[in-house]
């Protein structure tokens, strides 16, 4: 099943570094939804309104795309939190892909959830899981984003996405949120009436949701999620949600998150392997929760953002085809040297040349057998750790 994933992305050309300027079409209409609700449980105690997403798109020629599409979902507990906050968009749509940044239903506006599951309690779930949300919180959040990906895949065709290739992402709450997506939303649809169907009778909004549209993905990238939407729907049913067909996983976490348990990593990449699916599991030594400008160190002593990380590795896991330097390598770490404009060489150091005409010119390898790049640390799946500093990472390769 594992391989028929990759099969689908097989196709996808996207960019290392930033290759497009980007168009935002922001407060897309994707669902109506329920608020204000005076008693979360009772549909007739609502009312009624949308919710919205915002589009990131290349500027591209009309002969380029269709596009791979990433959806961003964002943090703050579920009290807080919008569109434009991380995990980014435009470093996505920048290198090639389209990308939905998502907003949904928040504490404060009271959305329904079903009576069956208030019983569910998150500090049960995880002893050490630290943050613990309320079932009243996260289901009408979860329920948004899985309407908001039908939604995508139904609509994605307006803005040259290609649905074949859909990596969701997300932070702290909004990883939590994806990850019940990517765990039941792969090619076999297991449980794809989690977080739907359980309003069926009572909530006359899901009839604005794309329900007969499979929530397809291909790919998670996590950023210190918990494992809490996961559970709730195993408190409903018994079931745990870990699949053979759930997708490709990368999973960063801070060592001293005590907002997130660390171990939430541990369990989600855990469970994964044991199925046979790819979940880096990364480890940011010394960082706390929401470390987004963490580095990840890599062999020879140099770094990378968590963003270049994960997009590389999801790269891999998926087999897009990557157009630029690879990480780490001077071509990477120094994009112009000399040239007119310059004062003379001013980088290719550690095995670079300086070459290109006068008006612009590059670092590049040496071609000698001396130097050749070290890209083990992305096609290693097997035995791979990395030793990092307090700014890098322990990286934890998967199966």
Same mark, same amino acid.
């Given at each position: ?8 992305? &097989? ?12 168009? #935002? ?16 449980? !009772? ?35 579920? #009290? @807080? ?18 990308? /939905? =940044? ?29 943050? +613990? ?19 995508? *895949?139904?609509?994605?065709? +307006? ?5 074949? &290739? ?9 990883? %939590?949120? #994806?990850?019940?997506?990517?765990? +039941? ?7 794809? *009436?989690?977080?739907? *169907?359980?309003?069926?009778? &009572? ?24 494992? /809490? ?24 976490? =801070?060592?001293? !998150? ?6 939430? @990593? ?19 030594? @010394?960082?706390? *929760? ?12 140099? %770094?990378?953002?968590? /963003?270049?990380?994960? /997009? ?11 157009? @630029? ?18 004062? =003379?060489? %001013? ?5 670079? %040349? ?13 071609? +000698? ?19 990092? &500093?307090?700014?890098?990472? #322990? ?5």
């Amino acid at each position: 099943m594992i391989l028929s994933l990759f099969a689908l992305t &097989s196709a996808i050309t996207v960019y290392r570094d930033a290759h497009y300027s980007t168009r #935002v079409t922001k407060g897309v209409v994707y669902a109506s939804t329920l608020v204000h609700c005076t008693d979360q449980t !009772d549909a007739t105690t609502c009312d009624e309104t949308t919710v919205t997403l915002d589009v990131h798109e290349p500027v591209a020629n009309a002969s380029d795309g269709p596009f791979p599409i990433v959806m961003s979902v964002h943090g703050g507990g579920y #009290v @807080g939190g919008d569109s434009t906050q991380n995990p980014p968009n435009d470093y996505f749509a920048q290198r090639g892909f389209v990308a /939905f =940044g998502i907003n949904y239903r928040l504490a404060k506006d009271k959305g329904l959830y079903p009576a069956a599951l208030r019983p569910w309690k998150a500090a049960d779930s995880y002893p050490h899981a630290s943050w +613990t949300p309320w079932v009243w919180q996260m289901y009408p959040a979860v329920r948004d984003i899985k309407a908001a990906l039908r939604w995508i *895949h139904a609509n994605a065709h +307006t803005y040259n996405g290609d649905t074949s &290739s859909i990596t969701l992402q997300g932070g702290s709450a909004g990883a %939590t949120s #994806v990850i019940e997506l990517a765990l +039941t939303g792969g090619a076999d649809q297991a449980f794809a *009436h989690d977080y739907t *169907h359980e309003l069926a009778a &009572s909530d006359p909004t899901l009839a604005t949701t794309n329900l007969k549209q499979p929530a397809m993905a291909h790919g998670l990238i996590s950023y210190w999620g918990a494992l /809490f939407a996961e559970d709730l729907m195993r408190f409903k049913d018994g079931t745990p949600r870990w699949s053979p067909s759930s997708v490709p996983t990368v999973a960063f976490h =801070g060592t001293v !998150d005590t907002t997130v348990s660390p171990e939430s @990593g541990t369990v989600l990449c855990g469970n994964l392997t044991q199925r046979g699916v790819p979940c880096r599991l990364v480890r940011l030594p @010394g960082q706390k *929760h929401a470390c987004w400008n963490a580095q990840v160190a890599l062999p020879g002593g140099t %770094t990378v953002s968590i /963003f270049d990380y994960a /997009f590389e590795a999801m790269a891999n896991m998926s087999n897009w085809t990557l157009v @630029g330097p690879t990480p780490g390598t001077c071509a990477a770490r120094y994009h112009q040297c000399g040239g007119r404009s310059w004062a =003379g060489p %001013t980088c290719c150091v550690s095995g670079c %040349t300086c070459s290109g005409t006068d008006y612009y010119k590059h670092c590049v390898p040496e071609k +000698t057998a001396a130097y050749e790049v070290d890209d083990t640390w992305l096609t290693n799946y097997e035995g791979m750790y990395v030793e990092g &500093s307090e700014q890098g990472a #322990v990286v934890e390769q998967g199966a």
